[in-house]
DNA sequence: TTTTGGGG
């Protein structure tokens, strides 16, 4: 009914434009044709080989709407169509139907006579449009009754049949460096402080990425594997960035974002909107997961309202309701643990949490893999006990060392070092009191047995240490900082057998 | 008038 009504409209023309129904329009191939789209898809200007500068849509109407009408716009960057929301309207006039594997196409470009102007999807927002390509343009009372059809048809057709989900989606829990993929995702923070006309953006989706092995070629690149490619700081964002975001679920840095700058700035996505990242790749770096924003990657909007987005909310909020979604993903359920806590009964934290808490000291227990030890020759893991504490230098106490052992541990969310000390790590090793292992060599073979269980090493292929809870409590060295002097260790846990 | 890029 609507679409007759519309072509009626269509054809009954009293301006200076004819305007064709986009199923008429994908017939001209190699002819310019006038027409109005609803934006379904948007992906951002970005720079080209040549002079102009690209961006891209989908538009669909009544007569045209899977998978509608893919329309390419060459233009300066200061004159490229800036779709606000997706469900906008969109006018061109003098467009070229092109036809490009078997599917037809419309190629925009000023220099050659195109224009636009763009406006509001809602029903009752007025005629005037909220960007226009040229300073004068004309909305007559036909553009106004195909306004108005087009938001009365769109009001009832949501906007996900337009755009739903394809082939090439993938959640955060599912990427690998093999191939290249969309992610329909949250920005969470927009990091502008890197280098010079670039920036890492961090985007989530609710999911955890699999657990990652270090790069073979990395390791053999690093002169201090154990203090520089397990740093912590890889993931150190401030701590009050941290803690706007979510408890669950992986931040990936997107690495490098270049941005276009124009006369109305760069085009940076901002906090908080969800996108779908089109065509973009990933790569292990330190052992963490990276997203990589390539030339052929793309970034489009996305409304709150999309049924992927709204997909990714609901099941994050089921995550965040159940004790066994709260764990890591990857985790076999039920939980094993080699490493056993006197508080299994105390609700598991992910790192973030802990990195983010509010409270200087406080406990946890946590769900994480333990990727390397610092010192990484077990041969090392006790030190003499200080002086003051060992007795007079003249007579230095018989046995006394103590454990000084850092783990590097890690969840989806984040990576921490924490220390093993004292007493907790003679209650952690159960059985093995602290030593001059220089002195006892039974010992130092039991320890290493442990210590390459806790790691996953294997005699063939990359280590892949198992998951394992523990009992973590936070801690300050001085009384006057103790925000900036927070420290981790491990307490409560035993690693049996 | 028709390069750029077009889900590589």
Redesign the pocket.
């Known amino acids: 009914m609507l679409q007759r009504t519309m072509s009626i409209e269509l054809h009954r023309v009293q301006g200076k434009y004819n305007y064709d129904r986009l199923a008429d329009a994908v017939v001209c191939v190699d002819k ?1 044709v006038n027409f109005y789209g609803i934006v379904a898809e948007y992906e951002q200007p970005k720079s ?5 500068c ?1 961006c ?1 849509m989908t538009v669909v109407d009544m007569s045209y709407n899977t998978p509608g009408l ?1 329309v ?1 716009y ?1 233009a300066p960057a200061d004159q490229m169509p800036r779709v606000n929301t997706v469900g906008d309207i969109i006018r061109f006039h003098r467009i ?1 139907m ?1 036809s ?2 078997d599917a037809p ?1 419309a ?1 925009g ?1 000023p ?3 195109a224009s636009f102007v763009l406006l509001s999807g809602l029903e009752g927002d007025g005629y005037e449009p909220y960007q226009k390509s040229h300073s004068r343009y004309s909305v007559e009372a036909h553009d106004r009754d195909i306004v108005d059809l087009l938001r009365t048809w769109a009001s009832s057709h949501p906007i996900d049949t337009f755009a739903g989900t ?1 082939k ?1 989606m993938k959640q955060i829990k599912d990427i690998n460096v093999e191939s ?3 992610l329909c995702c949250k920005i969470l923070y927009v990091n502008e402080q890197s280098a010079e006309n670039s920036v890492i953006i961090y985007v989530w989706d609710g999911t955890d990425t699999s657990p990652a092995c270090l790069n073979p070629v990395e390791q053999g690149e690093s002169d201090d594997p154990g203090q520089d490619l397990w740093s912590a700081k890889e993931l150190a964002l401030p701590v009050d960035v941290m803690r706007s975001f979510p408890v669950l679920g992986t931040v990936l840095p997107l690495v490098p974002f270049d941005v276009a700058e124009d006369d109305s700035g760069p085009q940076i996505p901002l906090a908080g909107d969800w996108v779908k990242l ?2 973009i790749g990933c790569r292990i770096r330190k052992g963490l997961y990276e997203g990589i924003f ?5 970034i489009g909007i996305l409304s709150p309202s999309t049924q992927a987005v709204q997909n990714c909310e609901r099941a994050y909020k089921e995550r965040l309701t159940s004790e066994t979604l709260r764990l890591p993903q990857w985790c076999p359920k039920p939980p094993q643990s080699m490493l056993v806590t006197g508080y299994d009964h105390v609700k598991v934290s992910t790192l973030r949490e802990v990195l983010t808490h509010p409270q200087v000291t406080n406990k946890f227990r946590c769900m994480v893999r333990v990727m390397a030890t610092w010192p990484t020759d077990v041969l090392d893991f006790c030190v003499p006990l200080p002086e003051s504490t060992a007795g007079g230098k003249d007579q230095p106490e018989q046995g006394a060392f103590v454990y000084a052992v850092r783990f590097t541990l890690e969840d989806p969310t984040g990576r921490l070092h924490v220390f093993l000390y004292g007493q907790d790590a003679v209650d952690f090793f159960v059985g093995y009191p602290a030593v001059d292992l220089r002195q006892q060599g039974d010992t130092v073979g039991a320890l290493k047995r442990k210590v390459d269980r806790l790691l996953g090493v294997s005699e063939s292929g990359p280590s892949n240490p198992p998951w394992v809870n523990c009992c973590l409590m936070s801690y300050y060295l001085d009384k006057e900082r103790p925000h900036d002097t927070r420290r981790f260790r491990i307490f409560g846990t035993r690693f049996p057998g």
Do not use: E, M, P, V
């Open positions: 310019k080209t080989r040549g002079d102009d690209l891209t893919r390419l060459f070229q092109r490009h594997a196409q190629i470009n220099k050659y006579g394809n090439y290249y993929f969309d089109r065509n390539l030339h052929k990657s793309k």
